[in-house]
């Protein structure tokens, strides 16, 4: 009985040393996590001990701030719906920004004698500010160039991964948030997804950059002798696809196939694809992965494995099938391509202040992986740079800057006229300076609906009217 009371002794010290053990690893090290916990008291003493700092843009802007209004303090923004998404709100709950700074931004770093005298005083402590990667005149030209419709934009360095400006529509007034929050959350509205980082759609033929990718690493001497006529449409077994529009492109070669999106070619070329690189080809390219991004967003996925059929690999080379994406993964793998191949981590989150203005936090671009050699990289420019030269986004064209992307036009029901309109693409060629992700719902295709979008972000970005 003594050895058998003994044994449980050690066992209960032992498990008891192993949690406290556990517990002085984790805590430290998911202290913000912690924090930021619903149930955790510490943040509604901290709200009645500081004052919640201030979020600004990159170019000094305010986005965010707390002000006194009738002895109150209130949340305020400045630019209401045209950052809603990314910035998001700090009252019935915290979503964008405002929760991923939420700890650096209810916290204050003024000296202990500093909040010692304020206190006694009656004063709350300055909060810590937080410096973002935003830039207003980007922001505000992808937000009026979206007008009335629904969909989303993603603008990126891709030399950096910094995220230049998100945005998506339909949106919402962060200000008016506690008065419209039954209106917000009915059942049906989807006012507070953000689109950009959270919406799934069939990527369509902007998938075609990822399916040229695999010819090309399964074709590397010989991918430019591909040849393929086309007549409108392509029948294999029991399944027939057809181009857009039913449009009839003749006699392509690779570049072409390419450049004038053509659904039969390119149905051609994926039952010509192993299947298993082909998987692992998405793979790398974080389909059915997580994504190197600190806010909150969706898994890109699709089917596809050594067994799937012949339907789903055709309806997968074009993008459509089961195959689902984010804006956002979009425009990382098109600013990897923009980079010579190598994905920067998005961030949005440039520095955290202290009241004084001195840095507390320096965050910075950081390389999380290599999607592709570059000479991969630079076949895909290449075709990407021939589809607005002459191709589907020919409206880039002859600009005072150049560019290079891709266009879709995503079906996402029965009827072939539904369709997502698409663009994706970076400028200048020679020296890739920003990546612009484009998708409107339901509107038509990309080449008419899309591009247009695009170039007022480009041509915001390089100072251009028109």
Same mark, same amino acid.
């Given at each position: +009985?003594? &050895? ?26 998911? !202290? ?31 986005? &965010? ?14 630019? &209401? ?5 990314? /910035? ?35 004063? %709350? ?7 973002? =990667?935003?830039?207003? %005149? ?25 995220? *230049? ?25 989807? @006012? ?20 040229? *990718? ?40 690779? +570049? ?14 994926? +039952? ?17 992965? $997580? ?16 067994? !799937? ?15 689902? +994406? ?25 520095? @955290?202040? %202290? ?32 589809? /607005?030269?002459?191709?589907? &986004? ?11 992307? %891709?266009?879709?036009?995503? $079906?996402?029901?029965? !009827? ?7 663009? =994706? ?42």
């Amino acid at each position: +009985m003594r &050895a058998q009371l003994s044994g449980c002794a050690v066992f209960f010290c032992v498990l008891f040393a192993a949690m406290a053990a556990y517990l002085c690893i984790y805590i430290p090290s998911h !202290s913000e996590e912690l924090f930021n916990n619903s149930y955790n008291s510490r943040q509604s003493i901290l709200a009645r001990q500081n004052t919640r700092g201030t979020i600004y843009a990159a170019d000094g802007e305010v986005l &965010a701030e707390t002000v006194v209004e009738d002895g109150e303090e209130v949340r305020q923004y400045p630019y &209401a719906n045209m950052f809603s998404h990314i /910035v998001g709100y700090s009252t019935r709950g915290r979503t964008g920004l405002e929760s991923l700074a939420n700890y650096d931004l209810i916290n204050t770093s003024v000296s202990a004698a500093e909040q010692a005298e304020n206190a006694a005083d009656g004063l %709350k402590n300055p909060g810590n500010d937080l410096v973002t =990667t935003l830039d207003t %005149k980007i922001q505000e030209a992808a937000y009026n160039a979206m007008g009335l419709y629904t969909g989303a934009i993603v603008v990126m360095e891709p030399s950096t991964g910094k995220i *230049l400006a998100m945005v998506s529509k339909p949106d919402f007034d962060p200000n008016e948030i506690a008065q419209d929050w039954d209106s917000l959350t009915q059942d049906g509205s989807s @006012v507070l997804l953000n689109r950009a980082s959270q919406g799934l759609y069939p990527p369509g033929s902007t998938f075609k950059i990822i399916t040229a *990718l695999e010819y090309i690493r399964e074709h590397p001497d010989d991918w430019e002798n591909y040849s393929y006529q086309c007549s409108g449409s392509y029948t294999y077994g029991d399944t027939t696809i057809r181009c857009f529009h039913g449009s009839s492109h003749g006699q392509l070669d690779f +570049m072409h196939s390419f450049a004038e999106s053509c659904n039969s070619s390119f149905a051609n070329i994926g +039952m010509s694809l192993d299947r298993e690189d082909f998987s692992t080809t998405l793979q790398e390219l974080l389909f059915d992965q $997580e994504l190197p991004v600190d806010i909150a967003y969706s898994e890109s996925s699709v089917s596809l494995n050594e067994k !799937s059929s012949d339907a789903d690999m055709i309806q997968t080379a074009i993008g459509q099938g089961k195959t689902q +994406m984010t804006p956002l993964h979009l425009c990382m793998i098109t600013s990897a391509i923009a980079n010579g191949g190598v994905l920067m981590r998005p961030y949005e989150m440039d520095r @955290v202040e %202290k009241p004084d203005g001195t840095v507390l936090k320096q965050y910075g671009p950081q390389e999380y992986a290599r999607l592709m050699t570059s000479g991969e990289a630079q076949i895909l420019t290449e075709l990407m740079e021939d589809v /607005v030269e002459e191709g589907t &986004a020919s409206k880039l064209s002859g600009l005072s800057y150049t560019a290079a992307g %891709k266009t879709g036009s995503a $079906e996402y029901s029965d !009827s072939s006229s539904d369709s997502h309109a698409w663009f =994706t693409g970076f400028a200048p060629v020679e020296n890739p300076q920003v990546a612009v992700t484009v998708i409107i719902e339901g509107i038509g295709s990309g080449g008419d609906y899309a591009v247009p979008i695009a170039k007022r972000v480009f041509d915001a970005f390089f100072g251009t009217v028109g």
